[in-house]
C-alpha cells in the first residue's frame, strides 16, 4: 500500500468487528515492521502485553473506563516502556553492547563511557526516565498502526484507563509504564465512521520564540 | 513509495549531503503528513523550531556533542513536547474543545467533565504530563521520519545534546521538554552506510508475566 495511502486513512476507529480475527502471522508482520522503528542508542526500550482471550480482555475493559472497543477488537495491545532500558544490566544494553562490538562501532574498552553516557541522558531524574521510555515506545507505537493499517488493519490508541489497576490486574513489573493500549482489528461496516478530526496546520506547529 | 519500502528503507543517516537543500514546500508537506497522526484527545502536543541558518546549526552542534551532521544537513528540527497541552486554559485545548463541539461529539456543558479526565490522565504528576508530551511527541516524529523517506528524504534522530543549554540557546519556554533533534536532508552519496543494526524479534518484544 502506498505510504501517502496509509497515513491519510489511518483513523482511531472505535467499532471493530467482533467476528473478523486478526490471525497470529499478521500480528507478527505487523510487530516485525514496528521493530524496526529508531530508538535512543538502539536501546529499543519497548514491550508489548498480548491480550485476546475474552477473559483477559473483559478484565481489561473493566479497568479501561468500560470502553466497548477494548472487548469487540480481536486483540489489544498493552504497550510498555521500559524506563530502565538504558540501564548497563539491562538485557538489551547487553545485547547492544555485544552488537555494536561484532558491528565495529565500539571497543570493549568504551563499556563505562557507554553505560555514563546513557545514565546522564536518560537516567539523571525519573522525569527523564519517562521521557526517554515514552518517547521512544511512541515511535514504536506509531509505527504500530502504520503498519497495521499497511496490512488492511484498523487500530485504536487508547489513553483512557487506571493505569495503576491495569498494572496490578496483569502483572506488569514497576520498570514499565504504559503509554498507550492499542486495539487492532477490523472496522465494522456496519457502523458509520465520524468525519476526520481537525488537525493543526503547518503554521500552527511550527513555532519561534 | 510503498509503505513496506519506506519503512525497510529509513536509515539513522550519519551523513548528509551539505550542498543538497530540503525545499521549504518539501518540508512543509513532510510536517503536514506527520500532522495527521493520531494524539490523547486530539490534543497534539507538538510543535516544532526549525533551524536552518549556518550560524544557528553552529549554535546548536556546540550544543550537541560537536556531532557534524547538525551542521552537514540543511535543515535540524528541534521537537517540542508540550507537557501542559492537556490544561483548560491551553490554547489547543480550546481550539479542540471548540472543533469537538462543531462536531457534536461533545455539548458545551461537558467542559468540566472534559478538563477534569485530561487533568487526572495526564496532569496528576511531573512524570504524568512528561509522558503525556513525549509518547505523543513520539508519534509525531516517528511520522515526521517515514512522511521524510516517502519524500525521498532521509533522517536522523538524535539524543545527544544538553538539553538545558539547547533550551537556554533558543528561549524554548519551560513547559516544552525536547524530545529528540532530526537532522533532515540528503544523504551524502559519497560516504558509506554501515550495515543495519540488529533489532528485537518478535520473541523478545512480546512478554508474558
Same mark, same amino acid.
Given at each position: ?17 467482533p ?32 491480550v485476546k482471550t475474552p477473559d483477559d480482555k473483559a478484565r481489561l475493559r ?9 472487548t469487540e477488537?480481536p ?16 538485557? !538489551?544494553?547487553?545485547?547492544?553492547? #555485544?552488537? *555494536?562490538?561484532? =558491528?565495529? %562501532?565500539?571497543?570493549? +574498552? ?26 521512544? !515506545?511512541?515511535?514504536?507505537?506509531? #509505527?504500530? *498502526?502504520?503498519? =497495521?493499517? %499497511?496490512?488492511?488493519? +484498523? ?55
Open positions: 500500500m502506498e505510504f501517502k495511502h496509509v497515513v491519510e486513512n489511518r483513523r482511531a476507529v472505535n467499532f471493530f468487528d467476528d473478523k480475527q486478526v490471525p497470529d502471522s499478521m500480528l507478527k508482520q505487523m510487530i516485525e515492521m514496528a521493530a524496526l522503528s529508531p530508538s535512543s542508542f538502539n536501546l529499543q526500550p519497548w514491550n508489548i502485553l498480548v473493566k479497568l479501561a473506563f468500560d470502553q466497548p472497543k477494548v477488537a486483540v489489544v495491545l498493552i504497550l510498555l516502556a521500559d524506563r530502565l532500558g538504558w540501564q548497563g544490566n539491562h538485557p !538489551t544494553f547487553e545485547k547492544n553492547f #555485544s552488537e *555494536m562490538q561484532k =558491528a565495529g %562501532s565500539i571497543t570493549p +574498552d568504551k563499556r563505562e563511557w557507554l553505560e555514563n553516557v546513557t545514565q546522564n541522558l536518560y537516567g539523571a531524574s525519573d522525569s527523564q526516565q519517562m521521557a526517554f521510555a515514552c518517547k521512544n !515506545t511512541g515511535f514504536f507505537s506509531m #509505527s504500530l *498502526m502504520l503498519a =497495521a493499517k %499497511s496490512l488492511g488493519l +484498523d487500530t485504536h490508541p487508547m489513553d483512557g484507563f487506571d493505569h495503576e489497576a491495569v498494572r496490578a490486574a496483569f502483572n506488569i513489573p514497576d520498570q514499565y509504564w504504559i503509554p498507550v493500549l492499542l486495539a487492532v482489528g477490523y472496522f465494522n461496516t456496519t457502523m458509520t465512521m465520524g468525519p476526520k478530526k481537525w488537525r493543526k496546520t503547518y503554521d500552527e506547529i511550527v513555532v519561534q520564540f
